[in-house]
């Protein structure tokens, strides 16, 4: 007869874990051998320690961001602060792979916003370039973010599984792959299924160790995305999708948890080296995150956040009052995180107080990733004859500083004007800040030559492929509409449209909520708006969907719809400047400012 062989110590482990809880293996542990502490004798080692590699907020940004989106602050020992040149997938790559070198477990996971509102090389090509870089990059595991959704969840799904763009069709002889990494959607549900549309978890394996990735966007997703974007999905609750998908992974055996989350919090300190939990460090962050992490279960070890593009490595307390690490690389490829995480082989979960966790610089100093210049060079062979194409011309830069931006003036003006080309009765035209990604500079950054707009430099302004659209409102929701920048859901951060040439108006800044906004002292060409009047108002198509907030935008009436927002803008500047009489940049002096 066959003896019937023994478990391994391997299987014996993750029985007593499933079987007994964790109270009670963490009890047989003191009695098990030394060796199984140690790593000595013929059994794996008790504890193993496991890379996690992280960042976040990518949005297609292949080549190094430019200006201050292409830095990051550093504190000194000295306590003074520099600025340090970084990103560009060409050094992440670099970095990311000597990180790995002498960590046989490693994980490289992304907290979304990977793609969307990308520069030209990205954008240009629905941000296949980026996810190919992605698949070079040995990502193995992201979440959606809201930038998912700028063309909808079908293109999503595209982006996921391959194949060429309905619209555009294939853009080389070769089909597009898609991503060789899971997507994570656990709180973007199908409306008519009520189930997630991507993967709501993933579980990455090493021999015996194994460790769960729960990934949601923000539920306010649907406010900050065009409403052709969301149609149809439904955005649940952060904490209770990750605690409903914990009980699952758990369910399976999964002791160790990760959290990939886009949304996240504001640091007390601009460095990226910030250290939230040292001695005088200040208040750690603040924002939508730290409610997260503390209302999260206890069975998640540690949460990767994003959105907000700050940097942070923090610990914030579960809801049993133990520690918890909260990260955030920043964005555009600045920064990665690296953190350890202390796989326990008894129980199968990590040990909480031995997670280390730090942000690294994407610094340009290191060589080149040859195979990330290769994919640039060839998306940017294919962009360049309508990236390099003269769009118009300016005699200063056009900045994108302020409560009204020079940068965001220009755009209102430009969807005013193509306004009047759809109905000359248009009577302004309202853009939103968040929408406007840059400004424009003078100095060439190519061959250009100075003072000439590029349709790249034009892209980088606009990348969303918002609609102009024309709707009628009364004088009565206009002035609501200017209140809804600085109260309901812009209160605690107001977003103040930038108006076009005509509209003024007073924002009394020592006021609070919707007085801030002085209703008497808002004018259309010096005549004060007629509550009972109707005004006809050019918006993009986020706004007109009642993006960010701005409700009474989504309840206009005679809809009429119109080219994209970026040819507008090119329209715009071809008609009004010339090499030999250059736009001037607006004056910013529509909105009236009382501090």
């Known amino acids: 007869m066959q003896a ?3 478990p391994s110590r391997r299987r014996s482990y993750a029985l007593l874990a499933s079987a007994a809880g964790l109270a009670t293996v963490a009890a047989l542990a003191g009695a ?11 059994g794996p080692s008790r504890y193993q320690d496991v890379q996690l590699l992280s960042f976040n907020d990518l949005h297609g940004n292949l080549e190094p961001p430019s200006g201050s989106s292409g830095r990051v602050t550093e504190t000194q020992a000295d306590g003074t602060t520099k600025n340090i040149d970084a990103g560009g997938v060409e050094y992440l790559a670099t970095h990311l ?38 698949n070079k990059l040995d990502l193995d595991v992201t979440t959606v973010g809201n930038h998912e959704f700028d063309e909808g969840a079908g293109e999503l799904a595209r982006l996921q599984n391959g194949g060429c763009h309905p619209a555009d069709g294939c853009y080389t002889d070769k089909k597009f792959k898609g991503a060789d990494f899971p997507y994570l959607a656990a709180n973007v549900l199908d409306e008519k299924t009520d189930k997630p549309i991507l993967k709501p978890y993933w579980v990455w394996k090493k021999k015996d160790v194994r460790i769960g990735f729960i990934g949601v966007t923000l539920e306010g997703t649907p406010g900050i995305v065009s409403a052709d974007g969301v149609k149809g999905l439904a955005f649940k609750d952060e904490v209770e999708t990750i605690n409903k998908y914990a009980k699952v992974l758990q369910r399976q055996g999964v002791q160790s948890i990760v959290a990939l989350v886009h949304e996240g919090g504001f640091p007390s300190s601009s460095s990226y080296n910030y250290d939230c939990d040292s001695p005088g460090a200040g208040d750690g962050i603040s924002g939508p995150i730290v409610d997260i992490a503390k209302h999260v279960t206890p069975a998640v070890d540690a949460l990767v956040t994003g959105h907000t593009h700050t940097a942070y490595v923090c610990t914030v307390d579960d809801p049993a009052g133990n520690p918890r690490m909260v990260t955030s690389a920043a964005s555009f490829g600045r920064l990665y995180t690296d953190t350890t995480l202390t796989y326990d082989r008894y129980t199968g979960d990590i ?22 210049t290769g994919l640039i060079s060839r998306w940017n062979t294919l962009a360049a004859p309508i990236g390099n194409r003269a769009i118009g011309y300016v005699s200063a830069d056009v900045n994108n500083t302020g409560t009204e931006s020079a940068m965001g003036d220009l755009i209102a003006d430009a969807q005013f004007a193509y306004g009047r080309e759809l109905d000359p009765e248009i009577d302004l035209a309202l853009m939103n800040p968040g929408g406007v990604r840059a400004g424009l500079t003078y100095a060439a950054k190519g061959s250009e030559g100075d003072g000439v707009v590029t349709y790249a430099e034009g892209f980088t302004v606009q990348p969303f492929a918002n609609t102009v659209n024309l709707q009628d409102f009364t004088g009565a929701q206009l002035i609501q509409v200017l209140k809804e920048q600085v109260s309901g ?25 919707a007085d801030r906004v002085v209703t008497d002292s808002v004018k259309l060409n010096g005549t004060a708006v007629d509550p009972a009047a109707t005004y006809r108002v050019a918006t993009n198509s986020f706004l007109a969907g009642g993006g960010d907030g701005f409700t009474t935008l989504g309840q206009g009436t005679g809809d009429l719809v119109g080219t994209d927002d970026l040819s507008a803008l090119a329209q715009y500047l071809t008609a009004n400047s010339s090499a030999t009489a250059p736009l001037a940049p607006p004056a910013t002096n529509r909105i009236t400012i009382v501090q």
Request: proline share 6%; net charge positive.
């Open 4 to 6: 019937k062989s023994r």
């Open 32 to 42: 098990l051998p030394a060796d199984a502490h140690s790593g000595k004798g013929r």
């Open 97 to 134: 792979r000597q990180a790995r070198k002498g960590h046989r477990y490693s994980v490289t996971a992304a907290g979304g916003d990977m793609v969307g509102a990308s520069p030209l090389v990205s954008g240009l090509f629905h941000d296949e370039p980026t996810i190919e870089a992605l």
């Open 351 to 372: 040990a909480r107080t031995a997670v280390k966790s730090a942000n690294h610089v994407v610094t340009r100093d290191v060589p080149k990733a040859s195979d990330m």
């Open 489 to 513: 859901a812009n209160a605690a951060a107001p977003k103040i449209l930038q108006p076009s040439k005509g509209l003024t108006y007073t924002l009394d800044l020592t006021k609070t909520g």
